[in-house]
């Protein structure tokens, strides 16, 4: 049985089965990715010799029709499969209030009591607000963007997370003006040089970083759709106070855990206060023996979907097919699909230091070219491409990191080899296959040690 | 010119996501050539330049052996040259094969030494060959609006897994480019309106059809080019069938002193990776006290067809035929790309499969990846491959969510289970 709720954002937002990837997160969030990379895509075409009229604009509200009917069909393909594996599925609140029994409150605040011997929490996180005056009631957050029945014009994100980039990107990919508020660092956790290199592209092709600023107040002076806000923010680093006016206000400053609301006290799970994240062991059990849990809710794991399904998948095959196998949560790869994409598995530079030592370290690095980038005149120099290996360990490949086109499609495999245990010899051994942006990583020669310069030459 | 096809289809996806692009849409070659063209000559200047600075003397001669340790060059205007050298290393190539039993071959046909080059559209093509060379010109010249037509004398992409070609090829043909199979050309001729005639005979029925094109390219293989070489006055010996040199495993011929490397080389996967990296180990042996041999198994590769083509390793037959069918054990599954959704493309050839050994922990023996972008999918599990992975650590790799490679890391449903391997599910 699956009791499968959303809460309405502040804004009324909801939707089906499927969770936070399908529904208001990876999914949507590819296509219109794809959506500013199909605009790139026109801009190149003509230097290919595609030629068609000048004017190209713009229509939200195509985009995101054809984004939800998508959605829409996921949501229905698992209404489906559930029904085809005699799995119930009931779209209510659900809540502990004695061991081994759950309250499920539907829509219309019915009430239906459900017991059984085990428990799987899987309830993910929901948009952080800011905490001032007017952030629910004038701005939006990730759960409403995929559905705004309307185009939210000129926009300011604020955060630093992948969330923000994204979302930043992919506005300014279909030609909307967006700022980025940041506190301040990006993508914090992620590799630092790899991040500042994500915002430098970004601001070179038109998003607009404030750093170092929060905002304060959200005022409305018009309503509509879009209407019109007026943000005042403040300096975190002295008194400085800007004010600006967009027609909407995207958050995207964090996820909190859903798990304050779902009767966990009743029944003793102990979760960390501070972050409302669940402790887990290794076979994703919490602190009562009955009750696992699994996705973003876990401490200490990455947020991202594959890993929630394969520990989920994992974990029925234990509780119920008699397998043992766990869940491998190291060198888990990622990707990020700003408009430049970064693509890593395993360290960031900063870590491996700290982990292993910077004499223990070398870190190979070259800037790279895609061949697709040269007829097309786009930036030569700036996609980028370094590995870190632990030189005690036969030079182990303990970071991979990415900076250009296809950045999952690459990253994907080498994360397989690092399973593998890849080392540096092992990918000097190896033949590229030209010409792709994957091929880099065969050829990689220049340390950072050496100081040598790393700009490109040749075929 | 292959990615000026994809932005083609780009184009047409991009109103499904929301631009409005006006119709018609028109791709003027002219253009492209000229782009490529300069991109090309852009790459020229660029060795010019890297020879110069590391003090590399570069003759634009024609040499052949005198004997084994001399050449002579002969200059575009004529004048001989006599050179000696204590090594020499042989990397020349190969050129396109006409067929010249097919009257008209030589005169009215070009090849891919041509068509790069065209200043002017070729128009209305017919690709004779089942080669990559013939698949992926075709799939370009397609997908830049051109009138396109294969004709193959048997097997697609022969010494491929021909499962995977065939996905290939249909899709091409449901793209709208036309498939003349079993069909053999028999003489080209050139009308008075200036377009080609080509006669051809269909092997099956005997019978003799004809069409008519505007260019005709034949990329039916490509010998090496050692005829010209004088070979046997150096003593280098070439092998009677394919007439490449023949070499050992560190690159030298049948004489010590002089080496041969790339696609002129006997044994040696035609690829420009491989004789890039031949050249530099043998650069190592020669000069840097290094004592590394080239390794030539699992050289990934990938053919850029309309819908790409990745692989690394061995064929499903290949691996059948060292291994025996009981031994080893295929896992599969037709994916839909998430950007071809919205964009309401077919996927019906998206396909990716692995083949293993049976035995656990099923050691990956060849990795099978047909959909977009499948150099960059191919490469990092060529790395896996290299590194010994094994199906067991292909599925302990966590997938990179949405992306197509991930459905490599995904793939459960065995051939041998005979289950439905399609995807389902975000």
Known sequence: MVLDFVIPSPHGTTWGLGGTCVNVGCIPKKLMHQAALLGQALHDSRKFGWEYNQQVKHNWETMIEAI????????????????????????????FVEHHKVKATNRKGQATYYTAAKFVIATGERPRYLGI????????????????????????????????????????????????????????????????????????????????????????????????????????DGP???????????????????????????ISVKINEKNGKIPVNDVEQTNVPYVYAIGDILEGKPELTPVAIQAGKLLARRLFGGRIEKCDYINVPTTIFTPLEYGCCGLSEEKAIDVYGKENLEVYHTLFWPLEWTVAERDNNTCYAKIICNRPDNDRVVGFHILGPNAGEVT???????????????????IGIHPTCGEIFTSLEITKSSGLAITQKGC | MHQAALLGAQIQDAHHYGWEVT?????????????????????????????????????????????????????????????????????????????????????????????????????????????????????????????????????????FDQQMSSLVTEHMASHGIQFLRGCTPSRVRRLPDGRLQVTWEDRASGNEDSGTFDTVLWAIGRVPETRSLNLEKAGVIISPDSQKILVDAWEATSVPHIYAIGDVAEGRPELTPTAIMAGKLLAQRLFGGSSA??????????????????????????????????????????????????????????????????????????????????????????LGIKCGASYKQLMRTVGIHPTCAEEVAKLHISKRSGLDPTVTGC
């Open chain 1, 68 to 95: 939800q009917n998508y959605i829409g069909s996921l949501n229905w393909g698992y209404r489906v499969s559930m029904r085809e594996n005699a799995v119930a599925y009931i779209n209510s609140y659900g809540e």
């Open chain 2, 23 to 159: 119709h018609p849409v028109q791709h003027d070659w002219k253009k492209m050539a000229e782009a490529v063209q300069n991109y090309i000559k852009s790459l020229n200047w660029g060795h010019r330049v890297q020879l110069q600075d590391r003090k590399v003397k570069y003759l634009n001669i024609k040499a052949s052996f005198v004997n084994e340790h001399t050449v002579c060059g002969v200059t575009k205007a004529d004048k001989k040259t006599l050179l000696s050298a204590d090594h020499i290393v042989i990397a020349t190539g190969g050129r396109p094969k006409y067929p010249m039993h097919v009257e008209g071959a030589l005169e009215y046909g070009i090849t891919s030494d041509d068509i790069f080059w065209m200043k002017e559209s070729p128009g209305k093509t017919l690709v004779v060959g089942g080669s990559y060379v013939a698949l992926e010109c075709a799939g370009f010249l397609s997908g830049v609006g051109l009138d396109t037509t294969v004709m193959l004398r048997s097997i697609p992409l022969r010494g």
């Open chain 2, 293 to 382: 041999l080239m390794e030539y198994d699992n050289v990934p590769t990938t053919v850029f067809t309309p819908l790409e083509y990745g692989c690394v390793g061995l064929s499903e037959e290949e691996a059948v035929a060292r291994h025996g069918q009981e031994c080893v054990e295929v896992y599969h599954a037709y994916y839909k790309p998430l950007e071809f959704t919205v964009a309401e493309r077919d996927a019906s050839q998206c396909y990716i499969k692995v083949v293993c050994l049976r035995e656990p922990p099923q050691l990956l023996l060849g990795l099978h990846f047909l959909g977009p972008s499948a150099g960059e999918v191919t490469q990092g599990f060529a």
């Open chain 1, 240 to 266: 400085e106070t800007i004010e600006g006016i967009y027609n909407t206000v995207l958050l995207a400053i964090g996820r909190d855990s859903c798990t304050r609301k779902i009767g966990l006290e009743k």
């Open chain 1, 133 to 236: 005056q007017g952030d629910k009631e004038y701005c939006i957050t990730s759960d409403d963007l995929f559905s705004l029945p309307y185009c939210p014009g000129k926009t300011l994100v604020v955060g630093a997370s992948y969330v923000a980039l994204e979302c930043a990107g992919f506005l300014a990919g279909i030609g909307l003006d967006v700022s980025v508020m940041v506190r301040s660092i990006l993508l914090r956790g992620f590799d630092q040089e790899m991040a500042e290199k994500v915002g430098s592209y970004m601001e070179e092709h038109g998003v607009k970083f404030l750093r170092k600023f929060v905002p304060v107040m959200i005022q409305q002076l018009e309503s509509g759709s879009p209407g019109k806000l007026k943000v005042v923010a403040k300096s975190t």
């Open chain 1, 412 to 430: 994907q495999g080498f994360a397989a080899a690092m399973k593998c245990g890849l080392t540096k010899q092992l990918l000097d051994d190896t």
